[in-house]
C-alpha cells in the first residue's frame, strides 16, 4: 500500500467524529450570529422609534425655522426703516457747517453781549439824567 492510502486508512475511524464536531462548530457559528446580528422584530420596533425621533425632531425644526423666519422678517423691516431714518439725518458735512455756523453764531453773540452792556451804561447815565431832570421839574413846580 502507498504513504496516501495508509493515512487515508487511518482517518477513516475518525471522519464521523470529524464530521459530529464540525456541525457543533457549524451550529455553535450560526447560534453566535444569531446572537451577533439584529432580529427583523427588534429592528423594526428600533427603527419605529427611531422614525417617531425623526419626525418629532423635524417637526421642532420646522417650528424653529418658521419662527426664525418671522424674526428675521421682523429685523429685515426695521433693518428698513432704520435706513429710511438714517437717509433723512445730517451728514458729516452738514454737521462740520452747522458747527461751523454755530461758531459763528455765538462769536456775533458775544460782540452783541458787549454792545448791550455798553448800551447799559450809557442807558444808566440817561436814566440818571431823566431822574435828575425830573426831580429838578417837581422841585421847581
Known amino acids: 500500500?502507498?504513504?496516501?492510502?495508509?493515512?487515508?486508512?487511518e482517518l477513516r475511524p475518525w471522519v464521523p467524529l470529524v464530521i459530529v464536531v464540525s456541525q457543533f462548530?457549524?451550529?455553535?457559528?450560526?447560534?453566535?450570529?444569531?446572537?451577533?446580528?439584529?432580529?427583523t422584530k427588534c429592528c423594526k420596533k428600533c427603527r419605529d422609534?427611531?422614525?417617531?425621533?425623526?419626525?418629532?425632531?423635524?417637526?421642532?425644526?420646522?417650528?424653529?425655522i418658521s419662527s426664525l423666519t418671522e424674526?428675521?422678517?421682523?429685523?429685515?423691516?426695521?433693518?428698513?426703516?432704520?435706513?429710511?431714518?438714517l437717509k433723512s439725518q445730517p451728514t458729516q458735512e452738514q454737521f462740520a457747517t452747522l458747527n461751523i455756523s454755530m461758531e459763528k453764531?455765538?462769536?456775533?453773540?458775544?460782540?452783541?453781549?458787549?454792545?448791550?452792556?455798553g448800551m447799559k451804561d450809557?442807558?444808566?447815565?440817561?436814566?440818571?439824567?431823566?431822574?435828575?431832570?425830573?426831580t429838578f421839574l417837581r422841585e421847581q413846580k
Not at 1 to 9: G, Y
Not at 105 to 117: K, Q
Open 71 to 85: 424674526t428675521i422678517d421682523n429685523l429685515d423691516d426695521r433693518v428698513a426703516i432704520n435706513e429710511e431714518r
Open 49 to 64: 422609534s427611531i422614525t417617531e425621533k425623526i419626525d418629532e425632531i423635524s417637526k421642532n425644526y420646522k417650528k424653529n
Open 105 to 117: 453764531l455765538s462769536g456775533e453773540m458775544n460782540v452783541l453781549a458787549e454792545r448791550i452792556d
Open 122 to 134: 450809557s442807558q444808566r447815565a440817561l436814566k440818571e439824567l431823566v431822574i435828575r431832570v425830573d
Open 25 to 39: 462548530v457549524f451550529g455553535w457559528i450560526l447560534w453566535a450570529l444569531q446572537k451577533s446580528f439584529v432580529s
Open 1 to 9: 500500500m502507498s504513504s496516501e492510502a495508509h493515512f487515508i486508512d
